[in-house]
Structure formats: C-alpha cells, structure tokens
C-alpha cells in the first residue's frame, strides 16, 4: 500500500485548506489513520486520527488543534481528509498521512500559512 498526500499550500492567516490522502494497492480497512505534522526544525507530531471501522476520532490535545481541525474518511473513495480551518502561522508544518500503528507513511504536503 501506498500513501499520497495531497491539499497543502501557501495561504493566509485565517484561512482553510482541505488535505487528502490516497492509498493505491490496498485499502485502509481494519485500521486507524491518522495525520502528523513536522514544522521546520522541529520533531513530528501527531495531529488527529481515525478509526477507519467506527469513524472515531481523536486529536492532539496541544497545539489547539482540537475546534480548528476535523479528521473524516470517504469509505467509497478510500481516502482520508484533514479539513484545516482558521489557520495561524504555527500551523506551518509538512503534513503527512499514516496508518496506525504509523509504521507506513506518505510524502507529505507542505502547508504555509502566512500573516
């Protein structure tokens, strides 16, 4: 199975973006996905995840990602969102879509958020 990422730009202060990810040759059923993200020079970190079955979701409790961002899946297409809104500076960071237990990992798209 392979993850690509997709969705990521340069936006302003304030705004929205939608990420999505792809797999190719499987499917993500039986597990949770998930999304982490890497800010320049510093270590990844996780984001929000999903469980692919129920469509629970849980999300970092830091960073105060949690109101701002909404994890979902579309079971038909097979692909998993990240649905970015009133984006800050700090949400400045390479994102990238995993599935648990993250030990397979997409390429990343690079979302700028500029003030």
């Known amino acids: 199975v392979q993850l690509q990422a997709s969705g990521g730009g340069l936006v302003q202060t304030g705004d929205s973006l939608r990420l999505s990810c792809a797999a190719s040759g499987g499917s993500f059923s039986s597990y949770a996905m998930g999304w982490f993200r890497q800010a320049p020079g510093k270590e990844r970190r996780f984001v929000a995840a999903?469980?692919?079955?129920?469509?629970?979701?849980?999300?970092a409790d830091q960073d105060s990602v949690k109101g701002r961002f909404t994890i979902s899946r579309d079971i038909a297409k097979n692909t998993l969102y990240l649905e970015l809104n009133s984006l800050k500076s700090e949400d400045t960071a390479v994102y990238y879509c995993?599935?648990?237990?993250?030990?397979?990992w997409g390429q990343g798209t690079q979302v700028t958020v500029s003030s």
């Open positions: 995993t599935r648990h237990p993250w030990d397979l």
């Open positions: 999903i469980s692919w079955s129920s469509g629970s979701t849980y999300y």
